[in-house]
């Protein structure tokens, strides 16, 4: 369960900051369902750009924002589905775009899910406290912009071999960057620096997104609910919803599966990591590309029982796959070779490394299950390639420049070539021996009990459910938070 517990003199405070800043915290359920949110705050941003520093811009925490850089209001949700003559498979694949959250990344929603109740009940004080966000890349940015909209110091956490756009937006953002050793897989060194902090300053709240239970909480009743009007929408008579795959990360998004499955029994949860990482798929370990996920270990927010099937992704496809996507030969030869319709080429900058990623899995899930047309699969694309300009320069000065010949064999070979190998159907004692991999991490090192670790497994109504069930109780909060601060009946 999340603590809800009321510190009266700290929410006060928080309620004098948001009073003094003209903050005012949306719902979730005004997040699922944007349609909700005041006209007055609607107006409001109408002159506000997508990731412009206002408080305003909380209320675009939402799959369902217009496409617009600036004075964008609300709609459908955004997605592309991918047509066979690209993905080389029958099934329809579909997958929502993360560009058009603010910072151009859904990570936004996961902090603020960490972070919004810990400031309605008075347990993160805005005027003493600094918000550390532990992160392989995404999540601290997200959370440290949350912490701009909602006044509180923040301290950014994440890999020295993360893109140089990240770091660059950062350090004009956050109040500190912290850059530990390694790369995407290296958490354990970003966990170390977290215990570092709070050992040797009394002023840090840690949001762990990889053991936050408002990770979870917010994908499930956001991500889950976008999806699940996306599918109303798109699904044809006959259409089957086969199922769902993400690549792990901090697992947060795997929450929505959650959901999904409660909605459409017969679908399937599948979990991707790097096969350069196989931790899932094989208790392995290593270093890989796919920026925005993180290895060796398994998050405490996976709700691994209800994970039906792990994948694992060449991290040398997704990052070629974003030349081919991306460099003019690669686009060109998509659409006059291998038939691709130009309007689906020319949105494959929606496609960010770990979205390449989560295609594959797609892909490769499909095969599996040998999927038809009247089969969905859905995906997310975490990002855009707006975050790994960097990444392409890196590459062309590393093996030159990107050819006709270079973008047939990347097609043929990664594309089309993908292959139902390095993948496992989970069975129950499977799941189990993944599960137990978490006490390693989790018992062991971070401070949890075992008794929390079986209450995962053993007794999903009072661990995983009655979370779920706290977004009314939390809406019911902020709800209170806006009404004491009193900005809403000014507007």
Same mark, same amino acid.
């Given at each position: 369960? @999340?603590?809800?517990?009321?510190?009266?003199?700290?929410?006060?405070?928080?309620?004098?900051?948001?009073?003094?800043?003209?903050?005012?915290?949306?719902?979730?359920?005004?997040?699922?369902?944007?349609?909700?949110?005041?006209?007055?705050?609607?107006?409001?941003?109408?002159?506000?750009?997508?990731?412009?520093?206002?408080?305003?811009?909380?209320?675009?925490?939402?799959?369902?924002?217009?496409?617009?850089?600036?004075?964008?209001?609300?709609?459908?949700?955004?997605?592309?589905?991918?047509?066979?003559?690209?993905?080389?498979?029958?099934?329809?694949?579909?997958?929502?775009?993360?560009?058009?959250?603010?910072?151009?990344?859904?990570?936004?929603?996961?902090?603020?899910?960490?972070?919004?109740?810990?400031?309605?009940? *008075?347990?993160?004080?805005?005027?003493?406290? !600094?918000?550390?966000?532990?992160?392989?890349?995404?999540?601290?940015?997200?959370?440290?912009?949350?912490?701009?909209?909602? +006044?509180?110091?923040?301290?950014?956490?994440?890999?020295?071999?993360?893109?140089?756009?990240?770091?660059?937006?950062?350090?004009?953002?956050?109040?500190?960057?912290?850059?530990?050793?390694?790369?995407?897989?290296?958490?354990?060194?970003?966990?170390?620096?977290?215990?570092?902090?709070?050992?040797?300053?009394?002023?840090?709240?840690?949001?762990?997104?990889?053991?936050?239970?408002?990770?979870?909480?917010?994908?499930?009743?956001?991500?889950?609910?976008?999806?699940?009007?996306?599918?109303?929408?798109?699904?044809?008579?006959?259409?089957?919803?086969?199922?769902?795959?993400?690549?792990?990360?901090?697992?947060?998004?795997?929450?929505?599966?959650?959901?999904?499955?409660?909605?459409?029994?017969?679908?399937?949860?599948?979990?991707?990591?790097?096969?350069?990482?196989?931790?899932?798929?094989?208790?392995?370990? *290593?270093?890989?590309?796919?920026? *925005?996920?993180?290895?060796?270990?398994?998050?405490?927010?996976?709700?691994?029982?209800?994970?039906?099937?792990? @994948? +694992?992704?060449?991290?040398?496809?997704?990052?070629?796959?974003?030349?081919?996507?991306?460099?003019?030969?690669?686009?060109?030869?998509?659409?006059?070779?291998?038939?691709?319709?130009?309007?689906?080429?020319?949105?494959?900058?929606?496609?960010?490394?770990?979205? @390449?990623?989560?295609?594959?899995? +797609?892909?490769?899930?499909?095969?599996?299950?040998?999927?038809?047309? !009247?089969?969905?699969?859905?995906?997310?694309?975490?990002?855009?390639?707006?975050?790994?300009?960097?990444?392409?320069?890196?590459?062309?000065?590393?093996? *030159?420049?990107?050819?006709?010949?270079?973008?047939?064999?990347?097609?043929?070979?990664?594309?089309?070539?993908?292959?139902?190998?390095?993948?496992?159907?989970?069975?129950?004692?499977?799941?189990?021996?993944? #599960?137990?991999?978490?006490?390693?991490?989790?018992?062991?090192?971070?401070?949890?009990?075992?008794?929390?670790?079986?209450?995962?497994?053993?007794?999903?109504?009072?661990?995983?459910?009655?979370? #779920?069930?706290?977004?009314?109780?939390?809406?019911?909060?902020?709800?209170?938070?806006?009404?004491?601060?009193?900005?809403?009946?000014?507007?």
């Amino acid at each position: 369960m @999340i603590n809800l517990t009321i510190n009266e003199p700290l929410l006060e405070r928080s309620v004098a900051r948001a009073k003094e800043r003209n903050i005012i915290i949306p719902t979730f359920r005004q997040m699922q369902n944007p349609e909700e949110i005041p006209e007055k705050i609607k107006n409001r941003l109408k002159n506000i750009g997508l990731w412009d520093m206002d408080s305003a811009n909380l209320f675009r925490i939402t799959w369902k924002n217009e496409p617009k850089k600036k004075g964008g209001l609300f709609g459908g949700v955004n997605y592309i589905e991918l047509p066979p003559a690209l993905t080389g498979v029958e099934a329809r694949i579909v997958a929502l775009v993360g560009k058009w959250f603010p910072t151009g990344c859904h990570k936004v929603g996961a902090s603020f899910g960490c972070l919004a109740p810990r400031l309605v009940t *008075g347990q993160f004080d805005p005027t003493y406290h !600094k918000a550390v966000w532990p992160s392989t890349g995404n999540y601290c940015r997200g959370g440290a912009y949350n912490s701009q909209l909602l +006044a509180c110091d923040s301290i950014a956490i994440l890999p020295a071999e993360m893109s140089r756009e990240r770091f660059e937006w950062l350090a004009e953002v956050a109040g500190e960057v912290i850059a530990t050793p390694g790369c995407e897989s290296d958490v354990k060194e970003i966990f170390d620096k977290t215990w570092e902090l709070r050992n040797t300053r009394d002023n840090v709240v840690i949001f762990n997104q990889f053991e936050e239970l408002g990770n979870c909480l917010w994908h499930y009743h956001v991500t889950g609910h976008a999806i699940a009007d996306l599918l109303k929408k798109i699904m044809r008579e006959g259409d089957n919803f086969a199922g769902a795959c993400f690549t792990s990360g901090s697992a947060g998004t795997l929450s929505s599966g959650d959901y999904l499955k409660e909605i459409y029994p017969g679908a399937k949860l599948a979990v991707g990591e790097a096969l350069q990482c196989p931790t899932i798929l094989n208790n392995g370990f *290593g270093a890989h590309r796919i920026e *925005g996920i993180g290895d060796k270990h398994v998050p405490w927010v996976h709700n691994v029982k209800n994970t039906d099937m792990v @994948i +694992a992704i060449d991290d040398n496809d997704s990052v070629n796959l974003m030349r081919l996507f991306n460099e003019p030969a690669g686009r060109e030869y998509l659409i006059n070779e291998a038939g691709v319709d130009p309007d689906v080429v020319n949105n494959l900058d929606l496609l960010g490394i770990s979205g @390449i990623s989560n295609v594959l899995c +797609a892909i490769k899930f499909a095969k599996y299950y040998e999927l038809t047309e !009247k089969d969905i699969v859905v995906t997310v694309l975490t990002d855009s390639m707006e975050l790994y300009g960097s990444r392409l320069t890196e590459m062309r000065e590393g093996s *030159g420049q990107y050819s006709a010949v270079k973008a047939s064999a990347d097609f043929e070979r990664r594309l089309l070539g993908q292959r139902a190998d390095s993948m496992e159907e989970l069975t129950y004692v499977a799941r189990k021996r993944v #599960h137990n991999l978490k006490y390693y991490t989790w018992v062991e090192q971070q401070g949890k009990t075992v008794e929390d670790l079986n209450a995962q497994w053993y007794d999903y109504d009072n661990y995983w459910r009655a979370m #779920h069930d706290q977004v009314t109780q939390i809406d019911e909060l902020i709800n209170s938070f806006n009404e004491r601060a009193g900005l809403l009946s000014k507007l």
